[in-house]
């Protein structure tokens, strides 16, 4: 089991940054490949970012390159999200979440830390 802490949303102005930490605790961070996602009003959760067990690799959906970097510190069992650039449109719930290690999902969620981009 592994109990995920999103922190470091709030408001902030077309342009600007912020960074999203997820703290871990349970099982083995370091074992699990680590992904953000995001739910904006009246649309579905969508992929943000993702980044492997070691941080060695890392993924992230179209619409944020170049402005959103995951990275991650498994000595502090975090995980960030630093966001640059940030627009109205990137507004919304904001999501970690845990890859099982042996089932390949993403089983283990955190409760959510709110961003939102004034225009």
């Known amino acids: 089991q592994v109990q995920l802490v999103e922190s470091g949303g709030g408001l902030v102005q077309a342009g600007g940054s912020l960074r999203l930490s997820c703290a871990a605790s349970g099982r083995t961070f370091s074992s699990y490949a680590m992904g953000w996602f995001r739910q904006a009003p009246g649309k579905e959760r969508e992929f943000v970012a993702a980044?492997?067990?070691?941080?060695?690799?890392?993924d992230a959906t179209d619409s944020v390159k170049g402005r959103f970097t995951i990275s991650r510190d498994n000595a502090k069992n975090t995980v960030y999200l630093q966001m640059n650039s940030l627009k109205p449109e990137d507004t919304a719930v904001y999501y970690c979440?845990?890859?099982?290690?042996?089932?390949?999902?993403?089983?283990?969620w955190g409760q959510g830390t709110q961003v939102t981009v004034s225009s």
């Open positions: 980044i492997s067990w070691s941080g060695s690799s890392t």
């Open positions: 979440a845990a890859r099982g290690v042996t089932t390949g999902q993403y089983d283990y």
